[in-house]
């Protein structure tokens, strides 16, 4: 009788030990899950911060070239920009490439892409000078690449939304 009590014990010993780990394992299982989650949470977060910041950079210096453009300065301007002198758009160039290179992991590939896209043809030389139009399609590649990193819809999906 002391035996088959003893082995009941150590049964209900190995059944409760098990349940425990399950149990366990079962939060700790959900814990994870949750955590992960909130990881994602805060990297969706970080990417909107930077994204915000590129395009602040962005549309400043998108003003300033359709302002320079309408004084017609917008060449002598880049000029100045190529050959690394006081530009008008230079600030606002230098805030876009650091933002960038600062947050250069959180940002898509198909987003670092059209930055840099968009950063090289402002910042280099062309021999027919720099187009206004060119700048503002390059910034709305830039947009679009973040808009489907987002997960967000085409702005101008359909014909009729013109």
């Known amino acids: 009788m002391a035996t088959v009590t003893t082995t009941l ?10 349940v425990l780990a399950v149990s366990s394992a079962s939060i700790a299982l959900q814990m994870r ?12 977060r970080e990417r909107l911060r930077v994204y915000h910041d590129l395009m602040k950079s ?24 190529v050959l690394n002198q006081e530009s008008e758009l230079g600030t606002h160039l230098d805030d876009i490439t650091e933002t960038f290179h600062r947050s250069y992991y959180l940002i898509d590939a198909p987003v670092r892409d ?11 030389y062309h021999e027919t000078g720099i187009k206004l139009g060119r700048i503002l399609s390059l ?12 997960g967000l819809s085409d ?4 014909a009729s939304d013109l």
């Open 139 to 150: 910034s709305g590649n830039v947009v679009n690449a973040m808009r489907e990193d987002l």
């Open 33 to 44: 899950r949750q955590t992960a989650e909130v990881s994602q949470q805060a990297l969706q």
């Open 9 to 18: 014990l150590w049964v209900i010993g190995a059944v409760s030990l098990l």
């Open 114 to 124: 059209a930055v840099s896209e968009y950063t090289d043809y402002v910042s280099s």
């Open 155 to 158: 702005i101008f999906s359909d």
């Open 58 to 81: 962005i549309i400043k210096l998108n003003r300033e070239a359709v302002d320079l453009d309408d004084e017609g300065m917008l060449g002598d301007a880049h000029d100045r920009l």
